[in-house]
């Protein structure tokens, strides 16, 4: 693998990237056929995907291993508490709101974490980016707006809360520099399912739906964060952004497909222009913005 980045970094960047998207495509539909109390959901996604990435990490890279001291430093507890912070968020959001509204609050990430870097790390905000954070914030409201008086309104708050997460793991990570984090990730999610375990109500589960948990848990989660996490040291962040509108687009036409889930007309027209924020913002030239995120 490491062959394959130097030969051509950009081609493996895209190859990593798009694969990271693909397998979390499924996600949102495999959760809904899951199906039960979502924070259930969140303790056993949160347990299985952080043994597959530490096993993994241990396994295919042992010498990565954070040393002593950088288990629980200022960084890797950041990297620990958001990432069990979004574990939670997330489920929150799948249990009270669509999976469309989820999806495409979370593009919003990108743009929040412009915003952190700006407050944080005093990086500037060019004009392209400051008016793709207007478009994008005006796609939330319209999407929020056909969240009221159908009871998503509280889903919509959590799945901006695991975009604030998302994006606060950003600028951590750019901190960060090259540090492998997924060590921290992986105890991130341990303790969100942890976390999630005393507001949790378990019932009986057959076989089909035991396979589906592990198939979230174990597979899409741990392979597709393993993915995308690599992406980014290999493309800029317009390259990244782009492929990873896929997720956002088949995500929850998948669900809208099998289950029959509408998203709703506003929802559409709100995620139709976070969308066009997203790509307004990435087709522009590489190297001549202030902030990526």
């Known amino acids: 693998m490491q062959r394959l980045a130097q030969r051509n970094p950009r081609a493996f960047g895209i190859t990593v990237t798009l694969a990271g998207v693909i397998v979390f495509v499924p996600d949102a539909l495999v959760m809904r056929l899951v199906g039960g109390d979502m924070l259930a959901l969140a303790f056993w996604r949160g347990l299985l995907a952080g043994m597959v990435l530490l096993a993994g990490n241990a396994v ?30 997330w489920c929150a959001a799948m249990e009270h ?122 597979v899409i989660v741990p392979v597709a964060a393993g993915l995308l996490l690599l992406g980014p040291r290999y493309l800029t962040a317009p390259e990244v952004s782009m492929i990873t509108l896929l997720e956002l687009v088949f995500g929850p036409l998948l669900v809208w497909a099998v289950l029959g889930e509408d998203p709703g007309f506003r929802t559409l027209i709100g995620g139709a222009i976070i969308i066009c924020a997203v790509m307004f913002h990435a087709l522009r030239r590489p190297g001549r913005a202030g902030v990526t995120a």
């Open 60 to 89: 295919l890279a042992p010498q990565s291993l954070p040393r002593r001291g950088e288990w629980l430093d200022a960084t890797g507890a950041t990297v620990i508490l958001l990432n069990a912070a979004g574990v939670l968020s």
């Open 97 to 218: 709101t669509s999976a469309a509204n989820a999806l495409l609050v979370l593009a919003t990430a990108p743009f929040i974490a412009a915003l952190l870097s700006w407050l944080l790390l005093r990086e500037t905000i060019d004009r392209r980016t400051g008016l793709a954070i207007a478009l994008v914030s005006l796609g939330v409201v319209v999407i929020a707006s056909g969240s009221l008086g159908q009871g998503r309104m509280v889903g919509d708050l959590f799945a901006l809360m695991n975009a604030t997460t998302v994006a606060a793991y950003y600028v951590t990570l750019r901190k960060a520099g090259t540090r492998n984090m997924l060590p921290h990730l992986a105890i991130g999610s341990m303790l969100g399912g942890v976390l999630a375990l005393p507001f949790a109500d378990f019932v009986p589960v057959d076989g089909a739906t035991v396979m589906l948990i592990l198939l979230s848990g174990a």
